[in-house]
Every structure is written in structure tokens, then in C-alpha cells.
């Protein structure tokens, strides 16, 4: 009788405590918003030709500005989901929000990058960025030969 009492209070609390384990699961949200949340009404009233004063009051502070090249400013965001508390993550969506400016600090292109296919895209303007100046084939080989 004391045998069978003390293995069903052994059975009992490992129930308890499998079940208190597992109570952490539940409710969990795999979703996971990182950076910057990226409201389309503030994006939409960003304009060509605005100062920068204009686009702290609409976005806040950047993620980041460029150092090299001219100003601009970077906003990013990233959202994961993980299946379970235990899993790693994966990455769903990634975008980049980028606000050029001119030397007077008025912007002059609005830019929203995002990973399509695995290639970083402009969702606005439908367009991939590529390295280099605009310049012809022709000038770029000219230019190359007389670096010899």
C-alpha cells in the first residue's frame, strides 16, 4: 500500500513538473519585429526636396548614416519567426530605407530595399543597385589600360 501511495505521488509531481515545463510554451510568438517599424503612412509623406529636419520628424533617428560619399540615411528592419523557443531563427522579411540627401541636406531619393530572390531590390523605383560610376565600357577599359 505505502509502495503503490509513493509511486503515484511520483507520477504525480513528474506530471507536474512536465506540465510546468511545457507552460512556457504555450502563448509563445515566434514573430519577432528587429530596427526600425516601418509605417508606410510616414514613408508616404517623406517628398523630394525636403530638408532632413523634415525626415527626423517623420521616420526619428536613423539605424545608421553613410560616411562615404555623400549623406544618407538608413533605416533597417528585420523580422524573424521561430518555430519554437529552441529553434534558431529565420529571417522572413528584410528592408533597408534609405533617404538621400544633397549637399544642402534636402533630400533627393527615397529608396526602400528589400531581399528579392536573395538580391537586394528597390521596391520602390523596381530597380538592383550596380557597383561603379555611370560611366561607357569604352572609358572604363581606356581608363584601366593607362593605370599600367
Known amino acids: 500500500m505505502r509502495g503503490q501511495r509513493f509511486r503515484l505521488t511520483s507520477r504525480l509531481a513528474v506530471l507536474a513538473a512536465m506540465g510546468l515545463m511545457l507552460s512556457g510554451c504555450l502563448g509563445y510568438d515566434g514573430d519577432i519585429q528587429h530596427g ?10 517623406l517628398k523630394i526636396g525636403e530638408p532632413a ?10 539605424s545608421t548614416t553613410s560616411t562615404v560619399g ?14 519554437a523557443a529552441f529553434l534558431a531563427p529565420t529571417v522572413t522579411n ?14 533627393t531619393r527615397i529608396a526602400n530595399y528589400g531581399l528579392k530572390d536573395g538580391k537586394v531590390f528597390d521596391f ?8 561603379g560610376n555611370d560611366e561607357s565600357f569604352l572609358r572604363t577599359m581606356f581608363s584601366n589600360l593607362l593605370r599600367f
Open 124 to 131: 520602390l523605383h523596381r530597380t538592383t543597385p550596380t557597383g
Open 94 to 107: 528584410q528592408r533597408i530605407l534609405a533617404v538621400y540627401f544633397d549637399k544642402d541636406k534636402k533630400v
Open 53 to 62: 529636419q523634415q525626415v527626423l520628424v517623420a521616420l526619428g533617428t536613423p
Open 70 to 83: 555623400g549623406g544618407a540615411w538608413y533605416y533597417f528592419s528585420q523580422k524573424t519567426v521561430r518555430r
Open 36 to 45: 526600425y517599424q516601418m509605417d508606410p503612412r510616414a514613408i508616404s509623406q
